[in-house]
Structure formats: C-alpha cells, structure tokens
C-alpha cells in the first residue's frame, strides 16, 4: 500500500553568524542549524502527523549524525538517507548584513554523489507523493541526472510528483539560463509545482503571472501554486485561476516558510485516494490550510523548529 511522501535531495548544516551586522571573514560565533528544503518539508509533513520519508546523502560525519538525528527526532523516516565515506556532510555558512544582504559560502559535498545505483528502487513501493525539492541537485553531477532519473522513473511508476525548483542566487550567481533549462527538462515529468513570484520570473521573463503559469502549464503540469507572500498564493488548476489570502501575523523570520507551505500540502495530498481528481475548489481549501501553515512558521525562528503541529494549525 502506498501511503507515505518521499522528499528528495539536500541535508545539510547551516552555520548561521551570530553576530550583528559581521561578515564572514569577522565572524566567529556560529549556530548549527539542520538544513536543505527537502529535509524541512519532510519535517513540515511529520510535524502535522504524515509519514515522511528522506532520501539522499550525508557524509558518515558527526555532522551527518547530527541531520540524521534530527530527522528521527520529528518523526520522519530516514532508512533512505546515505552515508557517503568519502566526502563529508554539506555546509553552508551565512551571516546577514544590516541591509539585508547576505554573505554566503557553500562547502558542497556528500549529496552532491548521490548516484541511481544507491538508490533501492523497490522502496518506493509504499511512496504515494515523491518530492523534488531540491536547492542544489541540478547543480553538478552525478546527482543532476540522478535527480532527473528519478523523476522518470516516478513518472513511469505513477507516483504522484511534486517539484519545487528552489532557486537560489547564491548557488547560481550567473548560470540563470542553465538552471531554467535543468527547470525545463523536469517540469514535464510533475503534476504540481511550487514556485515563488520571484522564481516564476526568472523562469519566464514574464511579469505577468497569469501569462507566465501559462507558459508553466505548456510543459504539461496541471496545478501550479505560486507563492506571493503575505499576500497569499495565486494557484492555477490547467488555466483555471485564484488568489488564495492568507493568514494575518506578525512575522519573525520568513526562513522555511516556502517549505511548510510545500509539507502542508503533500500532507493533505497524501490523505486524498487521487489527488489528480480535484476540483478549483477543492484546491482552495487545500491552499487555504498551507497558507496558514506557512504563516505560522514564520512566527518564530528557524525553519524546522518554527514548524506547527496540526493542533497548532487548527487552533487558529
């Protein structure tokens, strides 16, 4: 029986500065923090009360013990998460300016050598929902093609698939129209996608939203959940539109919110016998909840520890 969402891609550190207004070269306090997009929607999914599983690869480090632990701990299944002996657990070191900048440094390593050989494909049995939430996949190989693989082999094995294409500037820095064709070459293997109003720009060249979800659902995916913020989430089911509200908060730290927002989802997803029979309406109420969700994270700070549970959510 397929009953459980699998999310693929990076687990990582983050070492967040812990000083004021210094940069990298100054700093020299540092919070150790889980991190990677795929690993926070895994534990958006478990902390409402779905089964999560992760797949991808940690060096067999103290750091990748560390992820490993943490996963476990939220209750998200990690049998599928890889030790790599030869390279060690991915960092990323990040301190903020006073002017919203961000100084940046990202050590790659062990997810980076997931290969589909590693993978044991019987597993994904009892996966309902595969999650491509990666920031860092389409990257480098191998796991650039691992990841587009694995798509495929998903599709071929009719799980449902969800993509979320995580774009990050710091990882890119120029290499915008490569990371669209890597984009481009998955979205015709998913049924929903997530992006921000910032990413369907720099996918489309499009300020439009509405003409650019158009040119989306012309690689063939059928719902596509743009994220605007506070301002909720412009959803489109095959050309048929909404904007979704969202919650009213006082925001603390946006960090994961995406994340919870995709977790929430999948959640609901993973309750329903077929997602891909919903109405315009049925996904209303669905992106009505993952808004919420979305907003309560950003009431405190971290991303996995800002995440509510159901009775959270629904208390509000």
Not at 194 to 205: F, Q
Request: charge should be negative; aromatic fraction near 10%.
């Amino acid at each position: 029986m397929r009953e459980s969402i699998l999310c693929v891609g990076e687990l990582l550190i983050d070492f967040f500065c812990n000083e004021i207004n210094v940069d990298l070269k100054e700093g020299s306090i540092f919070i150790k923090k889980a991190g990677g997009a795929p690993a926070n929607v895994c534990a958006a999914v478990a902390k409402l009360g779905g089964k999560a599983r992760f797949l991808g690869k940690v060096g067999n480090d103290p750091f990748g013990l560390f992820l490993e632990s943490t996963l476990n701990s939220i209750g998200v299944c990690t049998d599928l998460l890889l030790k790599d002996n030869h390279a060690p657990t991915t960092l990323a070191f990040v301190s903020l300016q006073e002017d919203g900048q961000r100084d940046f440094v990202f050590n790659r390593g062990a997810d980076a050598n997931l290969t589909m050989d590693e993978i044991p494909l019987d597993a994904l049995s009892s996966v309902n929902i595969v999650h491509f939430g990666s920031a860092t996949a389409l990257l480098t190989q191998p796991f650039q093609q691992t990841y587009k693989n694995l798509m495929a082999y998903a599709k071929n094995h009719n799980h449902y698939i969800t993509f979320d294409p995580n774009y990050r500037t710091d990882l890119w820095g120029d290499n915008v129209e490569l990371f669209k064709k890597h984009v481009f070459d998955c979205i015709p293997y998913c049924d929903f996608i997530k992006v921000s109003d910032e990413e369907l720009y720099v996918l489309t060249n499009e300020p439009t939203i509405q003409k650019a979800v158009l040119i989306l659902h012309s690689f063939g995916v059928e719902c596509i959940a743009v994220t605007l913020g506070k301002d909720g989430t412009f959803f489109s089911l095959k050309g048929q539109t909404t904007i979704v509200p969202s919650i009213s908060i006082q925001a603390i730290d946006s960090t994961g919110a995406g994340d919870a927002f995709v977790g929430a989802t999948l959640y609901q997803l993973n309750r329903l016998e077929n997602p891909k029979l919903l109405t315009i309406k049925d996904w209303i109420d669905i992106i009505q909840f993952s808004n919420k969700v979305g907003a309560i994270a950003c009431e405190k700070i971290g991303a996995i520890e800002s995440l509510p549970t159901l009775e959270e959510v629904l208390s509000r």
